[in-house]
């Protein structure tokens, strides 16, 4: 392997999985300007065929630190993990918080761009240093769950390292899959969970990634004393706002209420928007309660180090012994209403369980929804939806059906009401009733992901169709850009309320001289990417579509259709 340490300057790794080989090579021109998700979509274009087998020899595992990455600037230290979608078929991003975006720049890591497919089974461990890449075989991790496996990685290789690791989805190449990043506590509980990735690095034949930077640089910063006085004004502007506050005290789990007032909290495999247990399972009830319970439960958690807003935390038991952390919005609302499910500690205890075998818990939830509708479960049965779990576990049929996600179970079992679109299910917003979120689910690139344009928060009647497509693109091109940025969901507060600090810590980190319609300028372009990716894999506006029947069925309690035409889907990229 190339010894790396008289070089770390940023640029390019890839790793060749059958040669066990590693070539550093300098950023290409026209990659220099992007990172996280907009460099994903660059690379995917130029060195991946759109129409290749997600979880064949050629298609690429990238992961990209955003543009922000690298100096704990607060939620600004998000790792981008993208490739084909073995989930979708088309463009993937997803990004998670944790230590692994913030180790790999100080690798000096552009991009981390794995290619082609070991040529005999087995498992290995990928260990970056600045001493290069070497391969470790795994074997003795195979089957074994996120929980178990990084902490003997951890004694293994030291408590500094970062570590991005599958569980036993990932291994059976379940198109639920993803990939787990130990938070600042060294627990794997910070998941690019998103389209399967999980199923692409166990088709790299790789268990886990680990990243020890003890060695490394910080990277370097052009303009010390205009990039500290840019990162004040951000930091004011991101402790300045309301909702900073709202989600250091209850986190995502803020939500419940609020989606339900609108009617659009899912609830039973999305027949209905409102929910009669929702208070005990609104974040005040749970903050009460980890407040009552005390040992280890936190109500508020940084997932990374340097985060203000702090909306993660520890959901403990009756006991205060940890059941899981985080508990988040998304996870309760697939888990809870969505089952019919109103008892936190049960939707902790699936959350650990799916957690741990390295799953994305929104697409679990509605893949058992639509098992429930089919009658695999009854709606509100905790211990049968527990018992569906630990057959994916098993790797039996029924459970590698079920982790394949909701539209593999949705087909396998005749279930017509299968809430997703292009192949990914709908997180816990009912399109019916938050119209935006709906536009966003139907056009973005990712397929129905609402991170990629959450509307709910915008002061707008969210049932009227007239003004969503607008509202969506804003908030479709802001978060392209805080993807690209590596900066978290939230630290949308700050940026939102200061967007010049963008144009500011930018110039001052690069020597760049980037204009303050900078948001604008990488969300766009990263779309068009995106888009331009699934054209060329074949998607179609017959793919930018909410489920048919979510237009004919009106949902309760506001009996709303989806109304938005069809017309103004399609034309959602002309700007
Ligand atoms: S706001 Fe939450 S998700 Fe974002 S970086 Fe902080 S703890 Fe992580």
Redesign the pocket.
Known sequence: MENISANRQIKIWRVDVREQQLAISPTPDHWVHLGGRGLLARILLDEVEPTCAPLGPRNKLIFAPGLLVGHMLS?CDRISVGGKSPLTEGVKESNA?GSTGLQMTRLGIKALIIEDAPTEAGWWMLHLSPAGARFEQADDLVGVGVYDAAPRLLSRYGGHVAIALIGPGGEMRLSAAGIQNLDKDKVPSRINARGGLGALMGAKGLKAIVIDAKDGDKPPIAHLEEYRKAQKEFNKALLAHPQTKI?ADYGTAAMPRMSNGFGGLPTRNFSEGAFEGVEKISGEYMRQILLQRGGESETTH???AG?T????NIFGGEDGKAIVSPLEYETIGLLGPNLSIAELDDIARMCYQINDLGLDSIEVGAALGVAAEAGLMQFGDSARAMELIDEIRKGTPLGRILGNGVVTTGRVFGVEHVPAVKGQAMSAYEPRAIKGTGVTYATSPQGADHTAGLTIRAKVDHLDPSVQVDLSRKSQINMACYDTLGA?I?AGFGFGAAPETIRDLLNARYDWQVEADILQVLGKETLKLEREFNLRAGFTSAQDRIPEWMTRQPLPPHNAVFDVSEKELDEFFNW
Do not use: K, L, Q
Not at 309 to 312: K, V
């Open positions: 939620s918080g989600y940084a997932c990374m985060c807003i702090r909306c993660s978290c939230f």
